[in-house]
Each structure stands twice: as structure tokens, then as C-alpha cells.
């Protein structure tokens, strides 16, 4: 089965923090992908990285970074947290061998507060 | 890309058929349409996709028209458990940013 962890499933941070939300994948995918979901708005992608060291900024990057060191994990980082930055936070994956469709695999989301 | 229209809401009994329509009248020749659902709390999961003839899976089956303006998701024995939104998105099959955005969806409520 495929299974994609993220760190943390509820955070509450402060106003200018650094926040750090990590996703680990056991697939092998060569695809990973950050989005932030919020009601009426959907999902949007922030970040997505095709390989190792590898980033592409998505619809919404702005205030966020990425890292991806090793293919299984990619991080998520806020380098000073803000409440518009209050959200669901879901990382993906997929394979490049199935890249015919847009089977993302997703992880449980993590539900950030920014207070 | 070709935007989708779908219904806010919608209940099934448990056991029957749940129909799931989406719309999508300005698709172009090379765009799938594809089919996610999220259930609370969890993330999207993958359900089906297709780009003019009808699919089938172990989990849904998905009915697109001849014009391909519309299709139907169609979840043959509605259980509880396939309470969710779910989510119709038309895209053209891309290796470069395989990305997904949601737009509102259809929240189905499967009633005992």
C-alpha cells in the first residue's frame, strides 16, 4: 500500500514563527507535491519537486520554501508564519511511471493554526 | 483549462447508486477528466479518470458524453463510508507540474 506520512496533523503556531511541516513517502515516487486547502477556495499547489534537490513553485508560493535532500521526504517551511498562512496543509506524491494519470497519493493533511 | 460546474450537495440512500454529475462544457480535444474524493479529516484520494470512453474500476465507474461537455461519476452500492466530497477536474495530461486544484465539489451525504 502506498503511504504518505506528514509530521504533524494539528499545529498551532505564533505570529512570526519558523514552522516546519515534513512529508515521508515509501513509494520510491520520484513526484512530491505541497498544497494548502481552504473552504470555497480548494486546493492549491505551493510547491512541487520532481526530484531530488529539484523545487518548482506552484500557484501560491509566495512566503513559503521547500527542501527535498533525499526522495522520500519534502519539506515544507514557513520562515515567518503569518494568519493568512492558517490552513490544511496535504502532501502528495506520485510516480513518474504511472505519469499517463494523476494518481497523487495523499498524505492525512495537516491542519495549521497561526495565532 | 476547462473549468467544471458541479452541485454544491447531494444525498443517496445506502445501497443504491449515487450519480455524480459534473460539467464541463469548455473541455478541449486533449484534457482527461479525472475524479477525486476527500472524506473529513483525510486527505484526496484518486477515484478514476478518463478522456472520451466510459471507465470502469474496482471503485467507481465514469460516464463521460459523446460531446464530452459532461460526465457522471457513478458509485454503483452507496455506503456509508463513501460519504465525501468529491471532486471533478479536467486537465491536459502534462509531465511538467502534474498539479491538481480543486474547486468546490459535490459534498455527497450516503443516508441509512
Known amino acids: 500500500d502506498v503511504k504518505v506520512t506528514q509530521s504533524s496533523r494539528y499545529l498551532v503556531k505564533r505570529t512570526g514563527e519558523k514552522v516546519f511541516l515534513e512529508c515521508v513517502q515509501d513509494m520510491d515516487h520520484e513526484n512530491m507535491f505541497w498544497y494548502r486547502q481552504d473552504p470555497g477556495l480548494g486546493l492549491r499547489l505551493i510547491y512541487f519537486s520532481y526530484d531530488v534537490k529539484m523545487k518548482e513553485k506552484g500557484d501560491i508560493p509566495e512566503g513559503y520554501s521547500v527542501s527535498r535532500e533525499k526522495k522520500e521526504r519534502f519539506s515544507l517551511i514557513l520562515e515567518s508564519a503569518s494568519t493568512n498562512q492558517t490552513s490544511m496543509y496535504l502532501c502528495?506524491?506520485?510516480?513518474?511511471?504511472?505519469?499517463?494519470?494523476?494518481?497523487?497519493?495523499f498524505g492525512p493533511g495537516t491542519r495549521l493554526t497561526v495565532t | 483549462d476547462a473549468k467544471t460546474t458541479q452541485p454544491t450537495s447531494m444525498d443517496c440512500a445506502e445501497g443504491r447508486a449515487a450519480n455524480l454529475p459534473c460539467n464541463h462544457s469548455t473541455i478541449s480535444g486533449n484534457e482527461y477528466v479525472y475524479w477525486y474524493r476527500q472524506i473529513h479529516s483525510q486527505g484526496p484520494q484518486y477515484i478514476i479518470h478518463?478522456?472520451?470512453n466510459n471507465e470502469t474500476n474496482e471503485m467507481a465507474s465514469l460516464i463521460i458524453t459523446e460531446d464530452r461537455k459532461s460526465s457522471t461519476l457513478i458509485l454503483p452500492h452507496a455506503t456509508l463510508r463513501d460519504t465525501a466530497v468529491y471532486y471533478c477536474?479536467?486537465?491536459?495530461?502534462?509531465?511538467?507540474?502534474?498539479?491538481?486544484?480543486f474547486g468546490g465539489g459535490t459534498r455527497l451525504m450516503v443516508k441509512p
Open positions: 502528495a506524491t506520485k510516480s513518474e511511471q504511472f505519469s499517463l494519470g494523476y494518481e497523487q497519493y
Open positions: 477536474i479536467v486537465r491536459v495530461f502534462s509531465n511538467a507540474g502534474n498539479m491538481l486544484t
Open positions: 478518463g478522456l472520451k
